[in-house]
């Protein structure tokens, strides 16, 4: 079974750049979350998509997007890099079964410096 | 609204002695609660969760849990340090089923001495 994957590993933008990240879903996972981990901080939950729809979001603004494909792999995409976007962004996929616990399983991460 | 409160950003320990690592949690309905452990350039690894059966938790690695009502508490426990057990420590609280968003802590680094 092959666990969460992410790419790339790292990244440097300038600030006004834009950036795409990318993560593969634990297979038979219908569900990816986007958490940012700021150095020094836990991770802060961006947005969720489950069957390729938005399903709750953060606090962050409209400049982070995301999609999630029918092979349940997932993008990040932020416009307009900040200074602050600097962090570690992890992804986590699990399997939502209504009335059932579902375990998020995350991915290593990519960290993006925009300088 | 959910929240976590970690007490204590940095624990020392010495090897084989007891770790404790305390988190308290908000939370309007009642929680799903996890334990995390981060190592260094790595993503999460799961180490327990408590999700409404036992309140005692037992995890991965010797670790265990306690959720108390009460106290709204999930401290994270150990009887026995291990140098491997030096890494980020986060509690989450989830307001249903995991598979909604995670509220994470701030985090708490353990070190362990020898």
């Known amino acids: 079974e092959t666990g969460v994957t992410q790419s790339p590993t790292h990244l440097i933008k300038t600030r006004g750049q834009q950036v795409t990240l990318r993560c593969s879903s634990q297979?038979?996972?219908?569900?990816v979350s986007w958490y940012q981990q700021a150095l020094g901080q836990g991770p802060q939950f961006i947005f969720q998509?489950?069957?390729?729809?938005?399903?709750g979001r953060g606090n962050f603004p409209p400049r982070f997007s995301g999609l999630q494909f029918p092979n349940y792999s997932s993008e990040l995409n932020v416009n307009a890099l900040e200074l602050d976007d600097s962090a570690l962004y992890l992804c986590?996929?699990?399997?939502?079964?209504?009335?059932?616990?579902?375990?998020?399983?995350f991915g290593p991460g990519t960290r993006l410096t925009v300088l | 609204a959910q929240s976590v409160t970690q007490l204590g950003s940095h624990v020392s320990v010495s090897e084989g002695a007891l770790v404790l690592l305390r988190c308290n949690y908000s939370?309007?309905?009642?929680?799903?609660l996890f334990w995390y452990v981060q190592y260094p350039n790595q993503g999460l690894q799961l180490l327990l969760k408590?999700?409404?059966?036992a309140t005692l938790v037992k995890g991965i690695n010797g670790f265990e849990a306690e959720f108390k009502k009460s106290e709204t508490s999930f401290h994270l426990t150990k009887p026995s340090a291990h140098m491997s057990d030096a890494a980020e420590y986060f509690c989450?609280?989830?307001?249903w089923g995991g598979g909604n968003k995670l509220t994470f802590g701030t985090g708490t680094q353990l070190k362990v001495e020898l």
């Open positions: 986590a996929s699990s399997l939502v079964r209504e009335l059932d616990y579902n375990e998020q399983f």
């Open positions: 297979s038979g996972h219908n569900t």
């Open positions: 998509y489950y069957r390729e729809e938005e399903n």
């Open positions: 939370s309007s309905v009642p929680p799903y």
């Open positions: 408590y999700t409404s059966a």
């Open positions: 989450a609280v989830s307001e």
